[in-house]
Antibody
Framework: QAQLVESGGGVVQPGRSLRLACTGSRLTFSSYAMHWVRQAPGKGLEWVAVIWFDGSNENYADSVKGRFTIARDNSRSTVYLHLNSLRAEDTAVYYC??????????WGQGTLVTVSS | DIQMTQSPSSLSASVGDRVTITCRASQGISNYLAWYQQKPGTVPKLLIYVASTLQSGVPSRFSGRGSGTDFSLTISSLQPEDVATYYCLKYSTTPWTFGQGTKVEIK
């Protein structure tokens, strides 16, 4: 069973930056596209970003485009999400997820990002 | 971008009832539709993919159908452990898009 563990969440002031990480185990990490999905408190799921298995391509939700950057280091089985110019509305639990043929089949436990002054 | 409209936003039903949740895409997405279950305080769990294929280990009372723009998730006999919020996810093209969610409760 694939295991994904997120880290890096915390409390950050508006306008500041944060880097989230998601490390995979029990899977051939370099074979899979990886996604970030977020969930604001009491709200639904919102897809954030995807990076191809080899890092050759990436896509973003309009709500984060130009502010967030997804990256990966397959040698470390880790995918990152760089969050810049943070806003209060970015407050959420951030999940990473593995993709198999488009489907997000395995999810991490999530890491909470709180944007507050 | 393709929008996903899920309904109802919430429902309350009795144990043993048949429950159906629908998801409509603003454009055709073939069968690139998945369903997730999220129990309170837990991580989303994949139930169904390619509209109607049950993920391994998911009880057979869950089923999905549809193609193109109209999809549904049915619980044939609602159980107490099915209390959760259910989301559809379209993955035909970027961006991936979730429905707004349906909260299922026991009456």
């Amino acid at each position: 069973q694939a295991q994904l563990v997120e880290s890096g969440g915390g409390v950050v002031q508006p306008g500041r930056s944060l880097r989230l990480a998601c490390t995979g185990s029990r899977l051939t990490f370099s074979s899979y596209a990886m996604h970030w999905v977020r969930q604001a408190p009491g709200k639904g799921l919102e897809w954030v970003a995807v990076i191809w298995f080899d890092g050759s391509n990436e896509n973003y939700a309009d709500s984060v485009k130009g502010r967030f950057t997804i990256a990966r280091d397959n040698s470390r089985s880790t995918v990152y999400l760089h969050l810049n110019s943070l806003r209060a509305e970015d407050t959420a639990v951030y999940y990473c997820a593995r993709e198999i043929q488009g489907v997000l089949d395995s999810w991490g436990q999530g890491t909470l990002v709180t944007v507050s002054s | 971008d393709i929008q996903m409209t899920q309904s109802p936003s919430s429902l309350s039903a009795s144990v043993g009832d048949r429950v159906t949740i629908t998801c409509r895409a603003s454009q055709g997405i073939s069968n690139y539709l998945a369903w997730y279950q999220q129990k309170p305080g837990t991580v989303p769990k994949l139930l169904i993919y390619v509209a109607s294929t049950l993920q391994s280990g998911v009880p057979s009372r869950f089923s999905g159908r549809g193609s193109g723009t109209d999809f549904s998730l049915t619980i044939s006999s609602l159980q107490p452990e099915d209390v959760a919020t259910y989301y559809c996810l379209k993955y035909s093209t970027t961006p991936w898009t979730f429905g707004q969610g349906t909260k299922v409760e026991i009456k």
